[in-house]
């Protein structure tokens, strides 16, 4: 089968790739783009691992085909530290313990990050509700949602 040229912006870089129509978006950026912070938790979009944002959405990357990036602007967690600065959201997430294996945690500080754009204030259930595409085994969720709570008021300029 014919493989298709796409060109899109990943982090606000500029990139191109070439893929088979069938393959997904999480395959592409791991593979063929060597962003490898997306995990393959479940392959069907139950469990978040894959998350990124696609032309400011939240998206499950195992759901999306690489073509569909053809135009896109993506972001990942690779894309939150800047200059070697840690994001707030990955600095509490170190800080309060919010992290244990990693397999999640990638999905759920694009998809924290995600939140915070568009509510800068969210209450825990708000957050445990933008969060519950997202699923983690090791931590438990308390860790997680402090840590989200703390990273909000940091960038808005208070203190938790």
Same mark, same amino acid.
């Given at each position: 089968m014919k493989k298709i040229?796409?060109?899109? *912006?990943?982090?606000?870089?500029?990139?191109?790739?070439?893929? =088979?129509?069938?393959?997904?978006?999480?395959?592409?950026?791991?593979?063929?783009?060597?962003?490898?912070?997306?995990?393959?938790?479940? $392959?069907?979009?139950?469990?978040?691992?894959?998350?990124?944002?696609?032309? $400011?959405?939240?998206?499950?990357?195992?759901?999306?085909? $690489?073509?569909?990036?053809?135009?896109?602007?993506?972001?990942?967690?690779?894309?939150?530290?800047?200059?070697?600065?840690?994001?707030?959201?990955?600095?509490?997430?170190?800080?309060?313990?919010?992290?244990?294996?990693g397999i999640c945690t =990638?999905?759920?500080?694009?998809?924290? *990050?995600?939140l915070l754009e568009r509510? =800068?204030?969210?209450?825990?259930?708000?957050?445990?509700?933008?969060?519950? $595409?997202?699923?983690?085994?090791?931590?438990?969720?308390? *860790?997680?949602?402090?840590?989200? *709570?703390?990273?909000?008021?940091?960038?808005?300029?208070?203190?938790?």
């Amino acid at each position: 089968m014919k493989k298709i040229h796409v060109t899109t *912006k990943v982090n606000g870089d500029e990139v191109e790739f070439v893929c =088979p129509p069938e393959e997904t978006l999480l395959d592409s950026l791991r593979d063929r783009l060597g962003f490898s912070g997306a995990k393959e938790g479940c $392959g069907t979009g139950d469990c978040g691992a894959c998350s990124v944002t696609l032309n $400011g959405r939240l998206v499950c990357s195992c759901l999306v085909l $690489g073509a569909e990036a053809e135009g896109a602007e993506i972001n990942t967690v690779e894309g939150l530290a800047h200059g070697g600065e840690l994001h707030p959201l990955q600095q509490s997430f170190i800080d309060n313990a919010a992290l244990q294996c990693g397999i999640c945690t =990638p999905g759920i500080l694009v998809a924290a *990050k995600a939140l915070l754009e568009r509510n =800068p204030d969210p209450s825990d259930t708000e957050i445990r509700y933008w969060l519950a $595409g997202n699923l983690c085994r090791c931590t438990g969720y308390d *860790k997680i949602i402090k840590a989200v *709570k703390i990273a909000a008021a940091e960038m808005r300029g208070e203190t938790a």
